[in-house]
């Protein structure tokens, strides 16, 4: 046995076990629940495979006793998708194919856990969310009855929350792969300081959606126009394009900030920052991100 891995996959496991407790019963802290893939990875890519697995179990079986059975398979979720990454990783695989394979397991692996937990404990996550937004619903209104403009108030909430739960497919996979995004930046950053190099990810300035994503946001918006209601497949798929040409135009005004006008990154970040949450200047970002899929504005700022 190797004493030196052994010592490294138990000081990982014991981090991952410690985050999720922290994030668990510490509700300020609970972000630190989704960083748990990155202590298992480090431990796949510094240690081993079978260290990996016994660590993810070791997480799952802590969470078990010490919080509830959905967190504990939460918990568990979590470190296998660091599994996932530990693995790709180790086997030499760019940054961008780890973060396409992982994301495409965990989808898969949210599917087989919301069926396992429906099976096996009568529990429908999806209608548990539903019920979650229901009841906050109810809860703002409470707020605003009695006011002059309530029944105006009572109809934008409810075309709100049924947006929402249309678009929990889109949300999912929004999280599950910012989370995966967000983990893999951290196991690069400590490998660094390890004096272990992985496959960096691309510069977000680089970042620019494929060619034919563009046309398919064009065709997608076209047939939801002729629509007499919203359907879900494509609401999704329009959330999910426009989420990727509105960071498309940020990656374009942040090349154009810090290339064109040698603005010091802090700065340019922060301005980013009041793009994104202004409503208008958000809504051109999604179009300049649209322009960029067949122009490459960037070549036109060089």
Request: charged residues 15%.
């Amino acid at each position: 046995m190797d004493l030196r891995k052994l010592t490294n996959a138990s000081m990982m496991t014991a981090m991952a076990v410690v985050m999720t407790l922290i994030g668990v019963y510490i509700p300020p802290l609970f972000v630190l629940f989704f960083l748990v893939p990155a202590p298992i990875a480090i431990t796949c890519i510094r240690s081993s495979e079978s260290y990996a697995i016994a660590s993810s179990f070791a997480v799952f079986i802590v969470n078990i006793i010490f919080t509830d059975i959905g967190t504990a398979f939460t918990s568990l979720f979590f470190a296998l998708q660091g599994f996932v990454m530990g693995y790709l990783i180790s086997q030499k695989r760019k940054a961008s194919e780890t973060l396409i394979d992982t994301s495409i397991v965990s989808i898969f692996g949210v599917v087989v856990i919301f069926y396992f937990i429906k099976a096996a404990f009568k529990i429908n996550v999806v209608d548990q969310f539903f019920k979650a937004i229901d009841m906050s619903t109810k809860e703002v209104l409470s707020i605003y009855q009695g006011l002059p403009n309530f029944s105006v108030i009572k109809s934008n909430l409810l075309a709100v929350q049924e947006i929402l739960k249309m678009i929990l497919p889109a949300s999912i996979l929004v999280t599950v792969v910012a989370v995966i995004l967000i983990n893999y930046i951290i196991i690069y950053k400590i490998l660094k300081t390890q004096r272990v190099y992985i496959d960096a990810l691309p510069s977000f300035e680089e970042w620019k959606m494929p060619y034919v994503t563009g046309w398919i946001f064009i065709g997608v918006l076209l047939y939801q126009y002729f629509l007499k209601q919203p359907e879900a497949i494509t609401t999704n798929i329009i959330v999910l394009l426009s989420l990727g040409f509105t960071l498309g135009g940020l990656a374009v005004v942040r090349y154009y900030l810090i290339h064109r006008l040698k603005m010091k990154s802090m700065a340019a970040n922060l301005i980013l920052v009041f793009l994104f949450l202004f409503p208008l200047t958000s809504w051109l970002l999604t179009v300049i991100g649209i322009v960029d899929t067949s122009m490459d504005l960037r070549k036109y700022m060089s």
